[in-house]
């Protein structure tokens, strides 16, 4: 009799813990609705950049890998983390608070990550976050937080794309001075800008490159191979815009560089190292798993598998 009264109290404790959690998941919700309404105004290009339109895709990615893992996350077994979840979760409100009082987006969409990864250790432990983390941190592609590092790295990259671009021009017969990040070309003088380094391209390309590795190859070293090769494709495309902006100049003259055709020959180039990312996909699904290298079989073995063995016929000796 005494097991009854048990429990009902345990269900009241669970219950009770369960409408704890959905009033800390709402909290959340409310607390970052502003800073969700700036990303998606952000994907949308208001804040006067067009480079984060691929925040669309990188949430339906995200939310597909999820979709993917429903049969094995039915299976975990609901253990909330409050050691790990908690305190993650009072350090991504601290960071968001910092990031309202000194006007820094950055810091508000990183905590925003940092919640996602604390409400998951809450609400279903350490299993779920681990089936969880790759959509969890592919997330961060549909933020710009990656402008730091770009904003150091694009220097490098406009000297790389002057460079690359110089030399296909000298390739198909065009004259061309390089001078840094200027290409002295008869007549005209094009710079590549900072806007045309070509770094928050790459970015675009890994945010693809990611769940298609992760989805079409067997293994993680071809993934990551797969996303390194992303990352140089996207870093030499770009080279091939400006010298296909050079070629437009050259034979179209110089008004070819604000027209409607240079956001083509953009797109052109961008589809081309698509064209080639799925490319390399094909070849490293294909590519053997394993080299066919000698085994080293010792005598014994050799006469366990000498013909007449099997019988108890010794093999001949030479």
């Known amino acids: 009799m005494s097991g009854a009264p048990l429990e009902k109290k345990q269900s009241i404790a669970s219950n009770l813990m369960r ?3 959905a009033f800390v998941t709402l909290a959340c919700a409310v607390l970052y ?39 094995k ?27 309202k009082l000194s006007a820094t987006a950055v810091l508000e969409q990183f905590s925003l990550v940092a919640m996602l990864t604390g409400l998951v250790l809450l609400l279903g432990g350490s299993r779920f976050f681990k089936a969880l983390a790759l959509p969890l ?29 110089a030399s296909l021009l000298r390739i198909v017969g065009i ?18 800008a900072e806007a045309c380094s070509g770094a ?8 693809l490159t990611v769940p298609l590795a992760y989805l079409t190859l067997p293994t993680w070293r071809r993934r990551i191979a797969l996303v390194c090769f992303a990352a140089t494709v996207g870093v030499m495309a770009n080279g091939v815009r400006v010298a296909l902006i050079g070629i437009g100049v050259e034979y179209m003259g110089a008004g070819i560089a604000g027209r409607p055709i240079h956001t083509l020959q953009g797109l052109f180039v961008y589809w081309i190292g ?17 080299c066919p290298c000698p085994v080293a079989v010792s005598r014994g073995a050799r006469r366990a598998t000498a013909p007449g063995a099997s019988r108890g016929i010794s093999p001949e000796r030479p």
């Open 19 to 21: 409408v704890q959690l």
């Open 33 to 71: 609705a502003p800073v969700c309404l700036t990303i998606f105004q952000t994907w949308q290009g208001i804040p006067g950049r067009d480079d984060y339109s691929h925040g669309y895709f990188v949430v339906l990615a995200a939310l597909y890998l999820v979709w993917r893992q429903r049969k």
């Open 73 to 99: 996350l039915a299976g975990l077994e609901v253990l909330p983390n409050f050691a790990l979840g908690v305190p993650i979760m009072l350090m991504a409100a601290a960071v968001l608070l910092a990031g």
């Open 137 to 165: 941190y592919f997330l961060a592609f549909a933020f710009p937080l990656f402008d730091e590092v770009t904003a150091s790295v694009d220097w490098y990259l406009q000297l790389l794309a002057a460079h690359n671009a």
């Open 175 to 192: 004259p061309v001075h390089r001078a840094g990040q200027y290409l002295h070309l008869p007549g005209l003088t094009l710079e590549v």
């Open 200 to 207: 928050r391209y790459v970015i675009s390309v890994i945010a």
């Open 274 to 290: 698509i064209g080639v990312i799925f490319a390399a996909i094909w070849l490293l699904r294909r590519w053997p798993k394993t």
